[in-house]
């Protein structure tokens, strides 16, 4: 019924963005395109676009939806208002916020006090 649509921006869509701007946001969006999908880079291209595009309130009965990840993320980076620079720049901005996550302390998961079990006591009379 739609096409290929997904619940956020997929990266297997970036290289489609590469022709909607100018040459510095060609240049960025060839770049990354090369990268792998878990690249910080791939994943901040994402988080503009989902942010541009906003994947968060799209839902499967929306228009959005209906046009499919590609036009719709097609759509969000051609209309964005400002020019290539402030475009790269909320990418820029995007890239900090991944590598702050990444860069977070990792704590182990917690380990749970395995409580053995006891032999079953006496049943209880039944009434």
Not at 35 to 46: G, I
Not at 64 to 85: I, M
Request: glycine fraction near 4%; include cysteine; hydrophobic fraction near 40%.
């Amino acid at each position: 019924m739609y096409p290929e649509s997904e619940i956020l921006f997929p990266p297997r869509c970036i290289p489609l963005l590469a022709e909607v701007r100018g040459k510095a946001w060609k240049a960025l969006v060839r770049r990354v395109a090369t990268l792998p999908e878990d690249h910080p880079d791939t994943l901040a291209l994402a988080l503009t676009v989902i942010r541009l595009a906003g994947c968060m309130t799209c839902d499967m009965d929306s228009y959005r939806a209906s046009l499919g990840c590609a036009t719709c993320s097609q759509r969000a980076v051609a209309t964005f208002r400002g020019t290539d620079e402030q475009l790269i720049l909320r990418f820029q901005e995007a890239r900090e916020e991944i590598e702050a996550y990444l860069n977070q302390e990792v704590r182990p998961p917690v380990k749970r006090k395995v409580v053995k079990s006891r032999a079953p006591g006496p049943a209880a009379p039944a009434q």
